[in-house]
C-alpha cells in the first residue's frame, strides 16, 4: 500500500464548477499537508500549505485536513479554464511524499 | 529572483552514454532536492542537501546515479551509464530551512531525459 493515494483522473468539469480532489494517506505522524499545482510541462508549485487538522482558505482555493480519517481534500469554486492542470497533494514526513496527482481539466 | 535553473531542459542520449543534468538553486535556500517524474510512479526525490552535504540518498535507485553539490549555487545529477528506464523528467527543488519551510519547496522547469 503507497503512503499516499490519489486518484489520477482524468477529472472534467465545466467552467464555474466546484471541484473536490483528494487524497487518503496511512501515516498517522503525517503533520503538514500541501496541494502543488502542475501546469503541463512545467514544475509543480506550492498551492496550498495546511498545518495539522482544520481548514485553510485562499481565494477560491479551500484546503481541508481530517487527520481522523486520514483524508484531506482541496475545494475549487467557481473554477476556470485557467486552474486545468495536475494537482498534487503532498506531505511531510521526514521528506515530502506526493501522491500520484489527478490531472484536472475545466472546460469553458 | 529568476527561480530554480535547470540544464538541459530536453536531453536525448543513447544507452550507455553519461548524462549530466545540472541545477542551480535559489539564492539563499539552503535544502536542494532532486526527483524524478515518470507516469508510473508519480513524483519522487532521489536525494536532498543542506548546506550542500548531501542527507538522505535513499531514492537513488542504483549505483548508476550520482549527485554532487559542490558549492550552495550549483548541483549536478549523474548517470553513468544510462538506460532506457531511466527515460523520466527530472527536478530540481529548493527551499529555505525553518519550521514552515520545508514543504515550501521551489521547483524547477525540469529536465526531460529520453534514453534510446
Not at chain 2, 61 to 76: G, I, L, V, Y
Request: hydrophobic share 30%; net charge negative; charged share 20%.
Amino acid at each position: 500500500q503507497k503512503e499516499v493515494e490519489q486518484d489520477p483522473g482524468p477529472l472534467s468539469v465545466p467552467e464555474g464548477a466546484i471541484v473536490s480532489l483528494n487524497c487518503t494517506y496511512s501515516n498517522s505522524a503525517f503533520q503538514y499537508f500541501m496541494w502543488y499545482r502542475q501546469y503541463s510541462r512545467k514544475g509543480p508549485e506550492l498551492l496550498m500549505y495546511t498545518y495539522s487538522s482544520g481548514n485553510k482558505e485562499d481565494g477560491r482555493f479551500t484546503a481541508q485536513v481530517d487527520k481522523s480519517s486520514k483524508y484531506i481534500s482541496l475545494f475549487i469554486r467557481d473554477s476556470q479554464p485557467s486552474d486545468s492542470a495536475t494537482y498534487l497533494c503532498a506531505m511531510e514526513g521526514g521528506k515530502l511524499i506526493f501522491g500520484q496527482g489527478t490531472e484536472l481539466s475545466v472546460k469553458p | 529572483d529568476a527561480g530554480v535553473i535547470q540544464s538541459p531542459r530536453h536531453e536525448v542520449t543513447e544507452m550507455g552514454q553519461e548524462v549530466t543534468l545540472r541545477c542551480k538553486p535559489i539564492s539563499g535556500h539552503d535544502y536542494l532536492f532532486w526527483y524524478r517524474q515518470t507516469m508510473m510512479r508519480g513524483l519522487e526525490l532521489l536525494i536532498y542537501f543542506n548546506n550542500n552535504v548531501p542527507i538522505d540518498d535513499s531514492g537513488m535507485p542504483e549505483d548508476r546515479f550520482s549527485a554532487k553539490m559542490p558549492n550552495a549555487s550549483f548541483s549536478t545529477l549523474k548517470i553513468q551509464p544510462s538506460e532506457p528506464r531511466d527515460s523520466a523528467v527530472y527536478f530540481c527543488a529548493s527551499s529555505e530551512s525553518g519550521a514552515h519551510s520545508w514543504g515550501e519547496q521551489y521547483f524547477g522547469p525540469g529536465t526531460r531525459l529520453t534514453v534510446t
